[in-house]
């Protein structure tokens, strides 16, 4: 820890980036701030109304408050640090601060994928045992649910964080990614890395397909109850209330997989870093999106709101 605050700025690493200065990449910076905003907002937004409509206090809604906030805090994570090295044409990044983005980064993306799994199983749970749920997801079982999540992604990010900055690095030090993107940043270790990216590589594995198996699983069971349902009303009503998750988990996981589960040869830094941006900054755009634009009672609660906003301006 000593050696992490005692560096100088010849320790600084230099952050490529993704945009160059042409007229083109002008405007993609732009569709990327307008993309950021509207990310921060809209899951700035929802933790709000969840948190202040009595409606919305139920455990699909807590779940999906504490997913808006892991994905407040991703977006925070990178974006701001990209936007301020393009403005001002600086590319530097402290080692400090690099350190903090990583354990940040996989603490957030590690805890985003176990949640996003474990809502499966509460959507698994409303369909097939609704008499149930109430006893089945009871406050202290979401909190469990919820801890167990972040724990896990904390615990990650600190011991990925801790173990990659203790490596030694030489040469130009530049990262060739918009962020301190830990398998980008291994590339300029001066020691062989190749074991510790074999453990990567395996706990990567294990963080993806482990709640995606949970998800399988549970809309596998979900997709038996619906067959079983009599009313076409009522499986239209069960799916409805699949379809936002399951939108959410196609682009998460879409987006994780194709970085870190394909072998190393077939790895290109410009593809990394498009993919990167998607679920940087795309995802956590589209989740409050999707969850509330397909949701009666986050846009009633939304209606609420306005209403409130209304009636108080007119006083």
């Not at 530097?92 to 350190?99: L, Q, V």
């Not at 176990?114 to 509460?122: F, P, R, S, T, W």
């Not at 490596?167 to 940043?185: A, K």
């Not at 394909?262 to 795309?282: E, I």
């Amino acid at each position: 820890m000593e050696r992490w605050l005692n560096q100088s700025s010849t320790d600084d690493f230099i952050l490529l980036g993704i945009f160059s200065h042409s007229p083109a990449d002008l405007v993609l910076f732009s569709v990327v701030m307008i993309v950021f905003t509207v990310a921060l907002c809209g899951n700035v937004l929802l933790v709000l109304l969840i948190y202040t409509d009595p409606r919305l206090h139920t455990p699909m809604y807590f779940f999906l408050s504490q997913l808006s906030l892991m994905d407040l805090m991703l977006v925070c994570t990178n974006v701001p640090k990209m936007a301020v090295n393009f403005l001002s044409g600086t590319k530097s990044i402290s080692f400090a601060g690099c350190s903090i983005q990583i354990g940040l980064f996989v603490c957030l993306v590690g805890s985003e994928g176990l949640l996003l799994g474990l809502m499966a199983y509460d959507r698994y749970v409303a369909i097939s045992h609704p008499l149930h749920y109430p006893v089945l997801m009871n406050q202290k079982v979401c909190l469990q649910i919820v801890g167990s999540s972040w724990a896990f992604g904390i615990i990650d990010g600190l011991v990925q964080m801790v173990v990659v900055m203790t490596f030694p690095y030489c040469g130009l030090r530049e990262v060739n990614h918009f962020f301190c993107e830990m398998l980008s940043l291994l590339r300029l270790a001066c020691v062989d890395t190749s074991l510790f990216e074999k453990v990567v590589f395996v706990c990567c594995v294990f963080m993806l397909l482990f709640p995606f198996s949970i998800i399988v699983a549970s809309y596998a069971r979900i997709l038996g109850t619906v067959l079983r349902m009599r009313s076409a009303q009522s499986r239209k009503k069960a799916l409805a209330t699949c379809s936002s998750h399951l939108t959410a988990v196609s682009f998460f996981y879409g987006a994780a997989m194709f970085i870190y589960l394909r072998p190393r040869k077939y790895r290109t830094p410009s593809h990394d870093k498009v993919v990167s941006v998607f679920y940087t900054v795309l995802t956590p755009m589209l989740n409050p999106l999707i969850y509330s634009l397909r949701n009666r009672e986050v846009m009633g609660a939304l209606r609420k709101g306005l209403d409130h906003c209304r009636v108080g301006s007119l006083h």
